[in-house]
């Protein structure tokens, strides 16, 4: 199984950016998918989730501001984040969960985001 997560970069605060994880080696539409995120001296945590039936769930933080989606005929998640602020800056996971998304079952390799003020 492979996650693979691209989209970071270096931006400013209130700017756009989107992540994509796209997933190999596994029946995608069968699992839950998530985003994770690490900022720097921190610990890992939960940013959006979506099941394999479209339930979303969002981190309050980010509420309003992020929209997670998945491309099941691309076997792709994606990650829309507007209205950035440099507490967005940290290295973001995708995740695939068959039981949760939550504890899931691979890792992406990250991706750094860095929000400048």
């Known amino acids: 199984v492979q996650l693979q997560a691209f989209g970071g970069g270096l931006v400013q605060a209130g700017d756009s950016l989107r992540l994509s994880c796209a997933a190999s080696g596994l029946t995608f539409s069968s699992y839950h998918m998530a985003w994770f995120r690490q900022p720097p001296g921190k610990e890992r945590e939960t940013v959006a989730h979506i099941s394999w039936s479209a339930i979303i769930r969002y981190a309050d933080s980010v509420k309003g501001r992020f929209t997670i989606s998945r491309d099941n005929a691309r076997n792709t998640v994606y990650l829309q984040m507007n209205s950035l602020k440099p507490e967005d800056t940290a290295v973001y996971y995708c995740?695939?969960?068959?039981?949760?998304?939550?504890?899931?079952?691979?890792w992406g390799q990250g991706t750094q985001v860095t929000v400048s003020s």
């Open positions: 995740a695939a969960g068959l039981r949760t998304a939550t504890i899931p079952d691979y």
